[in-house]
């Protein structure tokens, strides 16, 4: 069992719509959680972090901690063409940063 | 405030031979990262510096692979022999302490293609 598992998709909406993107994980050393946006050609840059569980917000963006539960989500609202990208979870416990496989992501205008 | 700067940006080469990426972290970062990317997967780390130490290489092939941070600013990876299945983006990360909520700052990588 992979420690960080995410569905790869790809995952089509329209411009506009609701978007979750989710991972699990069976690491409970784990404490903090990330989500990195990565374009095309491009290297990851963070989006959000937290590292407790409940709900974190950021203008368009929401991430939401399960610790009890190893289950994390990203919901955009709103979204836009310019989300489509690559979505990827990231999880450290006391150095070492796991990532996810990522999330395709394309917002059809 | 200069991100992470890596090159070169593509690299095709020959199985067998040799190859060496370059890093230049943000100033005053402590911590530097090397990941492998490969194509339709998650960065995987292949070895962590605190300053000019390595904190962490378990997952770096050490019959092939070799990085070093020898004033602990910026870093080479090199590959020799490189094979087929090394065929990824190597991306370079820096970040300030490399614990807790520590951001790490990505470069834009370098894709190497093995032939």
């Known amino acids: 069992q992979k420690e960080v598992e995410q569905d790869p998709g790809p995952l089509s909406v329209p411009e506009g719509a609701i978007v979750s993107l989710n991972c699990t994980y069976s690491?409970?050393?784990?404490?903090?959680f990330m989500w990195y946006r990565q374009y095309s050609r491009k290297g990851p840059e963070l989006l959000m972090y937290?590292?407790?569980?409940g709900n974190k917000e950021d203008g368009r963006f929401t991430a939401q901690v399960d610790k009890s539960s190893k289950y994390i989500s990203l919901f955009i609202r709103d979204s836009q063409p310019s989300d489509s990208a690559t979505y990827l979870c990231?999880?450290?416990?006391?150095?070492?940063?796991?990532f996810g496989i990522g999330t395709k992501l394309q917002v059809i205008p | 405030e200069a991100g992470v700067a890596q090159s070169p940006r593509y690299k095709i080469i020959e199985k067998r031979q040799s190859v060496a990426f370059w890093c230049n972290p943000i100033s005053g970062h402590a911590t530097l990262y090397w990941y492998q990317q490969i194509l339709g997967q998650g960065p995987k780390l292949l070895i962590q510096?605190?300053?000019?130490?390595?904190?962490?290489d378990s997952q770096l092939p050490k019959d092939r692979f070799s990085a070093e941070r020898l004033k602990g600013v910026d870093s080479t990876l090199k590959i020799q022999p490189a094979k087929l299945e090394d065929s990824a983006v190597y991306l370079c990360a820096s970040s300030l302490s490399g614990q807790g909520t520590d951001t790490q700052y990505f470069g834009p990588g370098t894709r190497l293609t093995v032939l």
């Open positions: 937290t590292y407790s569980s």
């Open positions: 690491n409970s050393a784990f404490q903090y």
């Open positions: 510096f605190q300053n000019n130490g390595v904190v962490d």
């Open positions: 990231a999880m450290r416990g006391y150095q070492k940063v796991t």
